[in-house]
């Protein structure tokens, strides 16, 4: 019968990750699936005990500090409309401070300078600096350091 309380406590502590999102409880819970197999098998206590331990210090000293970093970690790539930030675009309409057109990864976008001074004329390369709701900000190429 001590494999069914290990079983109890997995499902309480399952409970408790649930809740908490700390990844401290549902390896815990998973320690405690593993001490009911072994109690299930036929183990004593002391046995089902260094299981439990042993696979809870493996879970939270191995894997959690690797399950962490791999949460964490910024995605490698943008998508949607930050995708195209750091592009080059080729102007298809004038482009000043208020409007413009640009061909940027094959679609037309409407565009404005980022500097108010330029005026980037048709045909021109141009780096897309932002993107402002539906308008890029645009810095023409020659001009980068």
Do not use: C
Not at 46 to 63: C, D, E, K, P, R
Not at 93 to 119: C, M, N, P, Y
Not at 135 to 141: D, I, L, Q
């Amino acid at each position: 019968m001590p494999w069914f309380l290990w079983l109890v406590a997995a499902a309480a502590l399952g409970a408790a990750e649930f809740f908490t999102l700390t990844l401290v409880f549902g390896l815990l819970a998973g320690s405690a699936l593993v001490a009911a197999v072994v109690a299930g098998i036929g183990v004593g206590l002391l046995g089902q005990v260094v299981a439990f331990a042993l696979t809870s210090l493996a879970g939270l000293l191995l894997v959690r500090p690797l399950a962490l970093r791999y949460m964490n970690d910024t995605p490698l790539t943008r998508e949607g409309s930050d995708a195209l930030i750091g592009k080059w675009a080729e102007v298809t309409q004038e482009v000043t401070a208020t409007h413009g057109l640009i061909k940027v990864a094959g679609e037309e976008w409407s565009a404005r300078a980022l500097d108010e001074s330029h005026v980037i004329p048709v045909g021109a390369l141009v780096d897309v600096m932002e993107i402002n709701g539906a308008t890029a900000v645009v810095y023409p190429r020659e001009l980068l350091p």
